[in-house]
């Protein structure tokens, strides 16, 4: 998710997860854009100490939606995310977790096409590399944030490595991975608060 505030001159950037990715990546190309980017979130298997073993995982999730379709692949995916802590090296040959308990699809409708995890998106996004350097160079102010209910997950853990690549303290927010959300996508987070503190942070 990425909120981009039309209008002249530099713009502020509020981008969460994939989009936050996405904004990291943009900022080294084009320095010049954005006045402040709160990347929250970005599920950079990359700047994880435990980066081989997380991504052999991310892999097997991508491997089982190529294989038996989006039920399978995103249970594994879920699994993951929902794990706290370093992802142990074993973590393939663990059971397959049952599509059921998401509430997901358990046959295959052959159909390759999920926004995340079709055509290889997943394996992409979590395994880029930032260019440290430029983003460093750039004047945009980078915020790395994460929700205060996401400690120890993949997607907090990477905020934190990011923002050691970076030199910056990592900001807490509100509620989860999907914080500001008020029940789109069936997630409810905390998006009242979650837009104070997303106030706090551009006032500086």
Partial sequence: MIQVPVGPGPVDVLASSGGAVNMLAFVAAHPDVVRTLVAHEPPLVSALPDRESAFAAVRDAQDAYERDGLGPGM???????????????????????????????????????????????IVNTTGYEPDYAAIKAAPTRVVLAYGIESDGLITQRAAVAVAEALG?????????HGGFLGGEYGQTGDPDSFAARLREVLDG
Avoid: N, Y
């Avoid at 794990?83 to 397959?96: K, S």
């Avoid at 910056?168 to 989860?176: E, G």
């Fill in 168 to 176: 910056v303290d990592p900001t807490r927010f509100p509620s989860d």
């Fill in 75 to 121: 249970a594994k995916f879920l699994g993951l995310i929902m794990h706290a802590g370093e992802v142990p090296a074993d973590w393939t040959d663990r059971p397959a977790p049952d599509p059921a308990q998401f509430g997901l699809p358990t046959e295959d409708d052959g159909s390759r096409e999920d926004p995340m995890l079709g055509h290889g998106h």
